[in-house]
């Protein structure tokens, strides 16, 4: 094995900040691919793995966060690397082939012509407009005359206005009467009704790809005075680039690795489980997770705000009852107490002890719920189900025989096996990234997260190039496998909390929409 790589190879491998060894492992992955997750049950409100809060909670939550955060440090983390280019995918497919023919546009490209019908309600509609009028081109014209790939090229191609190639965090996406937001904008407005700190800044981290950090910060310096001044707020924004030595190694069909033009060794990002590493560089006390694209305009973030802060107060109230715990357990408390810590552990944080914890002498039973309980914890929002793709909540048992709360995605389920589609087809609910983290231990140092990854959870995809078929491998997901061994609770949220944008035609959706 160790032959594989030429003195060429270990250079860019350690150039990279990667090892050989861990080169080879990644070949070995591919070689004998991962382990499905065990599902042992679908979690439900029914049977205790959702907690659904009644109004009277909603109210105490609430107001809980607004007391419990106060002197700590709030951060919004937001991964924002990601190309608006799917987001156009009927677009492209239209303007490849559409050269001014009649189309049947019910039935070959229903998607255009939606999108066609109803240009001028987009938020960048103008831009769009004025972009073609700097051509000396003129919008009505080039509609009237059926010219719509034109259009949408100048919507699309870099030369123009480069939504296509733009990150979908630069998009306008909702319009307040003559002006427009972002979805970076609308973070900074929902960041400022639920993670503003006691000197008024609010932190926020964008995850971002090399090439679009100078459009990030150009954005920023646009806005920023803006917000503050409108928001009565202090902006604190960092940004955040995937790591190299976290990328993967791409290998053809037979494992072998794949080169390029230049004999070099071909390497792939290892997908949003790793940014675990960016996460672990945040030093906050309490971090709230959203994908980029899950925004609603004004008038629709009230619940989004609300469940913020119920989630963050359940969070911290259990943090703070959890560190009290771990401190008592440093004290060698008696056997009474060790089993009124272990029904905290077993009930209110979903922690599973094994079946022989009560047969256990007191010290290795208090050696157990330290090891347990001192972790990081994650509070994760939980929608009814509605069709939509991504992962779900379960009970699950790894490898190790240990159980727990999980978010699994499809593709780690054996679909074969009827018992395990049997579970994946009772869930009632799925995960629209919604998070609320705690990443610091009782004496407020911050837990090395990459010490809690399940290193087995990763996943392997093929694609053809050309003639080539192409296996690419990412690591567990961030809210997957890459945070499988913290202490993991989920809550119901309301539908409304979740309106992401992966088509263009999701902003006409009346929830994005002026109100």
Not at 70 to 81: C, E, H, Q
Not at 98 to 117: C, D, R
Request: glycine share 6%.
């Amino acid at each position: 094995m160790s032959s594989m790589f030429s003195e060429k190879d270990l250079q860019q491998i350690a150039s990279m900040g990667l090892t050989p060894e861990k080169t080879l492992l990644q070949i070995e992955n591919f070689r004998k691919g991962f382990p499905k997750t065990k599902l042992l049950d679908a979690a439900t409100v029914d049977n205790g793995g959702i907690i659904r809060m009644s109004d009277s909670e909603i109210m105490r939550y609430s107001s809980a966060y607004k007391s419990l955060a106060k002197g700590k440090k709030i951060l919004k983390f937001v991964p924002a690397s990601g190309a608006a280019t799917r987001m156009f995918k009927d677009l492209y497919a239209f303007s490849s082939t559409y050269f001014g023919v009649a189309y049947n546009f019910e039935k070959e490209f229903p998607t255009v012509k939606e999108f066609l019908q109803h240009i001028r309600t987009f938020a960048f509609f103008e831009d769009l407009k004025d972009c073609m009028e700097r051509s000396s081109l003129d919008f009505g014209d080039y509609m009237d005359r059926g010219d719509f790939t034109t259009v949408i090229n100048y919507l699309l191609k870099e030369q123009y206005l480069g939504y296509g190639s733009l990150p979908k965090a630069l998009l306008k996406f909702h319009r307040y009467g003559e002006i427009s937001r972002t979805p970076l904008e609308e973070h900074i407005v929902e960041g400022a009704s639920y993670a503003r700190c006691d000197d008024g800044k609010v932190h926020l981290h964008f995850t971002v790809s090399p090439e679009h950090r100078p459009l990030f910060r150009k954005k920023i310096a646009e806005v920023k005075k803006y917000y503050e001044s409108n928001l009565n707020i202090k902006l604190d924004i960092t940004f955040s680039e995937q790591k190299h030595y976290t990328d993967i190694i791409a290998v053809d069909e037979y494992n072998n690795p794949i080169r390029d033009d230049n004999g070099q060794l071909v390497f792939r990002p290892g997908g949003h489980g790793a940014l675990i590493e960016n996460l672990n560089e945040c030093n906050a006390d309490l971090i709230f997770i959203k994908n980029i694209d899950n925004v609603v305009p004004d008038w629709m973030k009230h619940t989004t705000i609300i469940y913020k802060q119920v989630l963050a107060g359940l969070l911290m109230e259990l943090q703070s009852q959890t560190f009290k715990y771990l401190r008592i357990l440093n004290q060698k408390p008696d056997k009474k107490k060790i089993q009124e810590i272990a029904r905290f552990a077993k009930n209110k944080l979903k922690i599973s002890l094994p079946d022989g914890f009560t047969k256990l002498s007191a010290n290795e039973q208090i050696k157990l719920l330290r090891q347990k309980m001192n972790r990081p914890m994650r509070i994760c929002g939980m929608v009814k189900n509605q069709g939509e793709p991504g992962g779900g909540p379960f009970f699950t048992e790894n490898s190790r025989g240990i159980k727990s709360l999980q978010v699994v995605e499809t593709a780690q389920i054996n679909r074969k096996d009827p018992e395990q589609e049997r579970i994946l087809t009772s869930s009632t609910h799925f995960n629209p990234v919604d998070l609320v983290c705690a990443t610091k231990d009782y004496n407020g140092r911050r837990f090395d997260l990459r010490k809690y990854v399940d290193p087995e959870t990763g996943f392997i995809s093929k694609k053809t190039k050309g003639a080539v078929t192409l296996k690419s491998q990412e690591l567990p997901g961030l809210w997957n496998g890459a945070m499988a061994e913290w202490i993991t609770l989920f809550v119901e949220v309301p539908l409304a909390t979740f309106n992401p944008v992966k088509t263009v035609n999701d902003l006409l959706r009346k929830e994005h929409l002026e109100g």
